[in-house]
């Protein structure tokens, strides 16, 4: 019988306890204090982190790679182009291989099959960095900012508009661990695919703006993600209506703040006085994704590190 401890992966939102996200989100504001003093923080000396891009990024790499330079390790980053995985090389083969070479991988991909059966392959920790089903990092920065802004999460409702997509099933996980409400309205045609879901913790509406009602979030991504580029000008006329704008905003909370995870088309699903009006927090998100990230990794590597005088549990 083996005695071997589990690898922990991230590849989904529900892979982690309320207690580890909450431990996660201590971290995250501990590592950013650090950052924003320019403190010294090198914990992951000589750990590598591989991330393999099968779409295209901007802050996800930026965000890692930074990431792990800031914490004392080093990044690699592959893509499907350049490395044997664009040549048919199978992924269970990839996981196999880089986690021999490397301490804990990130994965952006299509299809959630396909980081499981990576992470199935993997010695070391794997990390959904977005796939057609979650994106489960940018949801944790996401509760991070709301957090820094506006303390608990857990009682507050918050209005997701738009594409059943990665985001929202991320945000439909985090709502079962952290305790809070969805009010979630999306075109018909574009619905819940309900296999995904595990949470009775969400209403939907027929109308955008009555989701919006009393929210203490709004929040919203791309009609067309990654992967579903054909169908971008049908998508445009089906969402039609679905634009957060100053009149939906109007509906919400009066303190209200509005997410998007970026990048964002003002015009299409946010109107710019949104987006860059005062109870944006987008700018936030996306530092977050760092110092959560940071945090993470850190957690995945080291396990707790409990501060002075506090004796481990
Ligand atoms: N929000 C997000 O994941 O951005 P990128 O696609 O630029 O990584
Ligand atoms: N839902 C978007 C998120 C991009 C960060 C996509 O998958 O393209």
């Not at 083969?93 to 021999?100: T, Y």
């Not at 089903?133 to 857990?154: K, S």
Request: aromatic share 10%.
């Amino acid at each position: 019988m083996s005695t071997t401890k589990p690898i922990k992966h991230f590849l989904q939102f529900s892979d982690f306890t309320l207690a580890e996200f909450e431990y996660v989100i201590e971290r995250a504001a501990i590592i950013k204090r650090k950052f924003k003093s320019y403190e010294i923080y090198h914990p992951l000396i000589d750990r590598t982190l591989v991330m393999v891009f099968e779409k295209n990024s901007t802050r996800t790499r930026l965000s890692f790679e930074a990431g792990m330079h800031q914490l004392g390790g080093a990044a690699i980053y592959l893509n499907t182009r350049d490395s044997q995985l664009g040549r048919g090389e199978p992924v269970e083969d990839a996981g196999q291989v880089m986690s021999r070479m490397c301490d804990i991988i990130m994965v952006r991909t299509f299809g959630q099959e396909i980081i499981e059966r990576f992470a199935a392959n993997s010695r070391v920790p794997v990390i959904n960095g977005l796939t057609n089903e979650h994106h489960p990092c940018q949801v944790l920065a996401d509760i991070f900012t709301f957090v820094e802004h506006r303390g608990a999460i857990a009682g507050k409702t918050v209005a997701w508009i738009g594409d059943a997509n990665n985001m929202l099933y991320s945000w439909l996980q985090a709502a079962e661990v952290f305790g809070f409400h969805l009010n979630v309205s999306t075109p018909k045609g574009y619905d819940i695919d309900h296999s995904l879901v595990s949470t009775e913790r969400f209403t939907f509406f027929d109308n955008p703006s009555d989701a919006c009602e009393g929210a203490h979030l709004v929040t919203t991504d791309v009609w067309t993600s990654m992967g579903f580029e054909k169908e971008n000008a049908e998508r445009l006329q089906a969402f039609d209506g679905f634009m957060v704008d100053a009149s939906k905003m109007a509906r919400a909370a009066a303190d209200a703040l509005f997410m998007h995870c970026l990048p964002a088309h003002r015009g299409e699903e946010v109107s710019a006085d949104v987006i860059d009006g005062p109870q944006s927090v987008v700018w936030d998100e996306a530092e977050n994704r760092l110092h959560v990230q940071k945090a993470l990794i850190e957690y995945l590597l080291l396990g707790r590190i409990e501060p002075a005088g506090h004796a481990p549990d």
